[in-house]
């Protein structure tokens, strides 16, 4: 990624509550790597005021305390110079976590029901949905939906599929895919998703992710169909 | 020293006021759905402002209190009775042992919050027979209901159906025709409508583009545009992320508002920007100090006087 890329981002307002910086306009792993370099940068140095931060794939979002903000003398655009001088600090950039899951998966069957309607829809067999679904080490690019829910990416551009248009309920450890993401519902939720298998994996622990955003996962088919 | 769920309601719960630093790992923040009204209930009775406190809906549970103790209750109007005694909202009220509360009839608003002195312990639904440990011992022992004789302002509160908004990032998907629509005219909230969300009914919105957007970011009072052109605003237990495109998020000061709306209560979206939500945030929070400061005076003065009695 070169220089040029790196300085440029947008920041919008995201309510009267919340700014976004938008370092990208893809999907991809430089900008995402960007996305939690800049995260880590302003977790551990936190400004004051600002509550929360939400990394996404190619986004930033801070969370602030209108209280604190409004009573800076411009309000908000106090906030925004400190953001703005704080891109200018050069930072490491994160590179992908060396933490790679390595996640067992029964594919279709109960538990992978909409696996045979994505093959006929595709015209892909089942045998080839499995290995272009596998092949790849995916990378986390974010948590977000429920708590401890993983959108790793990028997925085969032939297994491509649209969201499902009513939410069905999900069990914890089903493995879905939508567009060209790939995820795990770490509990039981509806979803949209077109579920294509299941892991037992463990994904949260007391509550808390054990996927973190940069973090690499390989999906291991425990199954021949 | 507790109260005890008599008799459980639909969606009663002990609330927090939001759990922050954590959604990086998708985990809400969650909280009271009105923020006005629950602040301003803890500042009656001479809590912190952010103290834990009962959410509850209609209908009601039924609430038992094993001890006297000294509670407010603010919000919607359901009606609440203490031994068949009808209570007054907005007021600092003591409750006798063995006090039994019920709310009869809902007659404006859809939540209302219960503050007790001292806070509460525990989290979650409220569920029948459960008893909930009152955070301090209450320093009074009264066999007789005694409703002070003053009350909190709370126009703030005022069931207008006027709504601000600031224009959301995907705000120009929107064509002409629809942008129009939305700001001036009035839609019905749906009976889709929890602490996750609130779904409006309108003819169905029009987009110049159908391009996905990257999930990111979504925020209490986030105004999401579904496939299907129809919208929900997000509430406090909104997801932290999402795919649908953001045209307009509510101001914070007008959340509270928005949150005591019920199926069938109209809203009328108006524009408004950055400048002018951060003077009404300000101005209702200075509002809320202030009922904070003069209730912590009023109380001092009436348990000095009254040691004695009670």
């Known amino acids: 990624m070169n220089a040029e890329n790196l300085k440029s981002y947008e920041i919008y307002a995201l309510g009267d509550s919340a700014i976004t910086i938008e370092f990208g306009k893809y999907i991809n792993p430089e900008t995402n790597d960007l996305v939690i370099s800049r995260f880590n940068q302003f977790q551990e140095n936190p400004i004051k005021g600002v509550l929360d931060l939400i990394p996404s794939y190619h986004s930033l979002t801070l969370c602030y305390d209108l209280n604190v903000v409004a009573k800076q003398k411009s309000g908000l655009h106090s906030l925004i110079d400190q953001v703005k001088s704080r891109l200018e600090e050069p930072i490491e950039l994160h590179t992908h976590s060396t933490q790679l899951h390595e996640v067992p998966v029964v594919y279709g069957g109960k538990n992978g029901s909409d696996l045979l309607r994505v093959s006929q829809e595709k015209g892909i067999d089942l045998q080839e949905i499995i290995r272009l679904h596998a092949e790849p080490t995916y990378r986390v690019y974010m948590l977000g939906f429920i708590p401890g829910f993983a959108y790793l990416g990028e997925l085969h551009a032939k297994l491509t599929m649209p969201r499902k248009s009513t939410p069905q309920p999900m069990i914890p450890g089903s493995i879905g895919i939508a567009g060209l993401q790939t995820g795990i519902y770490p509990s039981f939720s509806p979803g949209g998703w077109n579920i294509i298998g299941h892991t037992d994996y463990p994904l949260l622990e007391n509550g808390m992710p054990i996927l973190q955003a940069g973090d690499r996962v390989k999906f291991i088919p425990l199954n021949q169909l | ?310």
């Open chain 2, 1 to 310: 020293m507790s109260l005890i769920i008599h008799k459980a309601g639909i969606l009663d719960t002990i609330q927090h006021f939001g759990v922050k630093g954590l959604q990086s790992k998708g985990i809400r923040p969650g909280g009271v759905m009105d923020l006005f009204s629950a602040s301003i209930a803890n500042a009656l009775v001479g809590n912190k402002l952010n103290e834990d406190l009962l959410e509850i809906h209609f209908p009601a549970c039924e609430i038992i209190f094993t001890k006297s103790c000294l509670i407010s209750i603010v919000g919607a109007h359901f009606s609440a009775k203490l031994n068949e005694k009808y209570l007054p909202l907005n007021r600092p009220i003591l409750i006798p042992t063995n006090g039994k509360l019920q709310f009869v009839a809902p007659k404006s608003g859809r939540i209302v919050y219960l503050a007790i002195q001292g806070g509460l312990l525990g989290q979650g639904r409220l569920i029948k027979n459960s008893e909930i440990a009152f955070k301090k011992k209450p320093k009074l022992n009264t066999s007789s209901l005694h409703i002070f004789p003053w009350s909190a302002d709370v126009h703030w509160q005022k069931y207008s159906p006027e709504i601000h908004v600031i224009q959301g990032r995907e705000w120009e998907r929107l064509n002409e025709e629809s942008q129009r629509q939305f700001c001036c005219k009035p839609f019905k909230l749906s009976h889709h409508a929890d602490r996750m969300g609130y779904r409006l009914q309108h003819q169905p919105f029009h987009t110049r583009t159908k391009e996905e957007i990257i999930s990111s970011a979504v925020n209490f009072g986030t105004i999401q545009l579904l496939p299907n052109g129809q919208t929900i605003v997000l509430m406090a237990d909104h997801q932290t992320t999402g795919g649908y495109p953001r045209i307009a998020h509510v101001i914070s000061a007008d959340l509270p508002k928005l949150a005591q709306k019920s199926p069938g209560d109209e809203v009328i979206f108006h524009l408004t920007d950055q400048e002018t939500a951060e003077k009404e945030w300000v101005a209702q929070q200075k509002h809320i100090r202030q009922i904070q400061n003069i209730s912590q005076l009023k109380l001092n003065e009436f348990f000095q006087k009254n040691s004695n009695q009670l």
